[in-house]
């Protein structure tokens, strides 16, 4: 995505964010226009929309194009979530995993048994003591989503030995 795209975004996000979940005064919308140009300003519209974070009653299109509907313009709670980094609204829209009490010595048994150098089973039992197993498996998965190939693999070998 180009620079130019990602300052119209964040501009439009944070004066949106200023009117919490109000439509954009006209003031406003004539300012982002001028300085960014309709077709921008309806491409960066055109993407939180479908993100979400802005409703689609902001953007209708007839047989001349695109166009926005001011009155329409404003965000979505999820929107403002985002804008805001607002803590309850990431709250309501997390998920909590739970885990059984002997979770965290598997864990410590799975890291002694794994084929890993002293060193770094050493370092793994550390964070784990440190950090807890909730945060451990958070990483986990995290590091699951951002490595498919290789968190699919994993789990197929995993199918295998069931």
Do not use: W
Not at 13 to 24: M, N
Request: with cysteine; charged share 25%.
């Amino acid at each position: 995505m180009n620079e130019e795209f990602s300052e119209i975004r964040k501009d439009l996000l944070s004066t949106l964010a200023k009117y919490r979940l109000d439509a954009l005064p006209l003031d406003e919308y004539k300012r982002l226009r001028e300085k960014y140009g309709y077709d921008n300003l309806i491409s960066a519209v055109t993407y939180f929309i479908g993100e979400g974070m802005i409703p689609s009653n902001a953007r209708d299109s007839d047989c001349s194009g695109p166009f926005l509907i001011p009155p329409n313009l404003r965000l979505t709670s999820k929107g403002f979530n985002y804008a805001t980094n607002d803590p309850i609204g990431n709250e309501i829209n997390s998920i909590t995993v739970k885990l059984h009490s002997n979770t965290l010595q598997q864990l410590e048994s799975i890291i002694n048994a794994s084929n890993l150098t002293e060193e770094n089973k050493k370092t793994l039992l550390m964070k784990l003591k440190e950090n807890g197993g909730e945060y451990f498996i958070t990483k986990c998965i995290d590091f699951g989503f951002s490595n498919v190939t290789i968190a699919s693999q994993m789990f197929l070998e995993y199918l295998k030995n069931m």
